[in-house]
């Protein structure tokens, strides 16, 4: 199986941090970018991070810009999202996505592989 799982979630107060993992399973992450997307009850899939392959340069959403920052451990074949500050707005079901990298940004240019997601939620 060509997998990606994501772990990490869990209920958190705000203010909070939370680090998500992305972990690939069946096939490596070196040269693949990711991209990290959330989505809430009733709202469309927001894209929130991604990282390019090689250097890894990276792309974070304006809602997440100075609270999140995405990683990437190759050695580990594993992809991270670290949340920090956290409001409940960032209540969601988490996941990330592997495909090539697209030239000239950090996301990918499609998306080949999909994890089944983790739940983020954010409450007092």
């Known amino acids: 199986q060509l997998q990606l799982v994501e772990s990490g979630g869990g209920l958190v107060q705000p203010g909070g941090s939370l680090r998500l993992s992305c972990a690939a399973s069946g096939f490596t992450l070196d040269y693949y970018a990711i991209g990290w997307f959330r989505q809430a009850p009733g709202k469309e899939r927001e894209g929130v991070s991604c990282?390019?392959?090689?250097?890894?340069?990276?792309y974070y959403a304006d809602s997440v810009k100075g609270r999140f920052a995405i990683s990437r451990d190759n050695a580990e074949n594993t992809v991270y999202l670290q949340m920090n500050s956290l409001k409940p707005e960032d209540t969601a079901v988490y996941y990330c996505a592997a495909g090539p990298d697209l030239v000239g940004s950090s996301c990918p240019r499609r998306y080949d592989y999909w994890g089944q997601g983790t739940q983020v939620t954010v409450s007092s």
């Open positions: 990282i390019s392959s090689g250097d890894g340069t990276t």
